[in-house]
């Protein structure tokens, strides 16, 4: 049977991929941005997944204005980078697994989360980045990804409850696929950042280190932080973060932090990570 | 809460107090539809192309208020958040002319590059004295 075994948490900044992707990791500015990855590499190494359900919003790129899914499951046999203004990212093509995503449309459907099925979508950085940095920049991705593309462009985004409640719903869905695949959740995005307007580069550093300890000792008090709290606290664009509490709520309810990583700045954006582990 | 206090308490908009912030709600999005999908169709080269030869050509086929197109080709960037347009529309925009997301938020802060650069590095803008709009009052 199929089984989620462990749940990764990551901001998905933009300038983290031109940074791989244009070779200036090594840079003084960036260098504690990627050693803070090195580990995890390591570690998604041993984990070694066969599917990797990778939570990430798109950023006006494969939904423009006229479309704005709430949640959207990729269903495509493969998803292409998208270009986002400045060429797609030199990365490889993304591929899915169908018959897992098909079997979580239908059993996620059905336990009332009422999903957008995406049989053809390009993906931009939300969803790249995080691959990139887990595993480096291979001529393939490692494994196959199953996408969920959740709105945190127009407000409001689903609750953190609504998120929470998804991810024990995905849960299930993947519990019960038959075949035997082992499933690491991504939640992305965050972590405490403003890209608009006059308070652009808010960042809260107590905020962001709070709401990664409670991930393991408070995720369902986490889950009900109000919108609200995110915009005024974290930065308009911080409230990102309610796309880990899809990661969290399909977890196990006790889980081992097994790593963790926060540093500011990249670009505009207070960088968080994070690797949970189930215990059974 | 009852469910209707709850639909009262939801049509609130509990972040218009927030200072140097527009919050891009369904009010916004209606607002800002021609503006955003304006800068939207600049994610395709042969649309950057074509609006780089002829601006005010290309914007004639988005039926967007005389002050966004204004604000357009003014590049005036807090001005489009102001009429509805959400960043990352206008960062497509911002993208067409070769300025980055950092130098974009520098512009809109009104700060140089360099001093909202060093800002970040320093660990970024404080929550401290920037959460209410009255906080802000005097100092804008």
């Known amino acids: 049977m199929a089984r989620i075994t462990a749940g990764v948490g990551v901001s998905h900044v933009p300038a983290i991929g031109v940074a791989m992707d244009t070779g200036h990791t090594e840079d003084d500015y960036y260098k504690p941005v990627f050693a803070g990855f090195e580990k995890s590499r390591e570690w998604i190494k041993q984990n070694n997944p066969d599917v990797v359900f990778l939570v990430y919003n798109d950023h006006c790129t494969a939904f423009s204005a006229e479309m704005i899914p709430t949640f959207a499951l990729g269903c495509a046999a493969e998803f292409q980078p998208a270009d986002e203004g400045w060429g797609p990212r030199p990365v490889p093509v993304v591929k899915g697994h169908q018959k897992l995503a098909s079997h979580i449309a239908q059993s996620v459907i059905l336990d009332e989360f009422d999903l957008t099925i995406m049989n053809a979508m390009e993906v931009d950085h939300g969803l790249t980045v995080p691959l990139s940095v887990m595993f480096g920049q291979p001529d393939e991705w490692p494994c196959l990804v199953v996408p969920l593309c959740v709105n945190v462009v127009q407000y409001p985004p689903p609750t953190g409850n609504r998120c929470y409640q998804l991810g024990k719903a995905i849960r299930r869905a993947i519990d019960s696929f038959e075949e035997d695949l082992n499933v690491v959740i991504f939640g992305t995005g965050g972590m405490s950042h403003q890209l608009q307007y006059k308070r652009a580069g808010l960042i809260n550093a107590d905020w962001d280190i709070d709401f990664l300890d409670r991930l393991t000792s408070d995720p369902v008090g986490l889950s009900q932080k109000p919108h609200v709290d995110y915009l005024r606290e974290a930065g308009s664009e911080g409230i990102e973060l309610v796309m880990w509490h899809v990661m969290r709520g399909a977890l196990d309810d006790e889980v081992v932090e097994v790593h963790r990583h926060y540093h500011v700045p990249a670009s505009n954006t207070a960088v968080g990570h994070i690797i949970l582990e189930n215990k059974t | ?140």
Not at chain 2, 21 to 43: E, K, P, W
Not at chain 2, 55 to 79: C, F, I, K
Not at chain 2, 111 to 139: I, L, P
Request: glycine fraction near 8%.
């Open chain 2, 1 to 140: 809460m009852s469910t209707e206090e709850k639909s009262a308490k939801n049509a609130t908009k509990e972040y218009e107090d927030i200072p140097g912030t527009y919050v891009f709600d369904a009010d916004r999005s209606r607002q800002g539809y021609h503006l955003n999908m304006f800068c939207i169709s600049l994610r395709l080269a042969e649309n950057r192309a074509a609006f780089r030869a002829d601006e005010p050509g290309y914007l004639d086929q988005y039926p967007m208020t005389a002050e966004q197109r204004q604000s357009v080709l003014d590049r005036d960037w807090n001005e489009m958040l102001r009429l509805g347009g959400n960043i990352y529309y206008t960062s497509k925009l911002a993208a067409n002319d070769g300025v980055n997301f950092q130098e974009l938020a520098a512009k809109m802060t009104g700060m140089t590059s360099e001093d909202y650069r060093a800002m970040m590095v320093a660990g970024g803008r404080s929550v401290e004295g920037n959460r209410y709009a009255s906080e802000w009052e005097g100092k804008e």
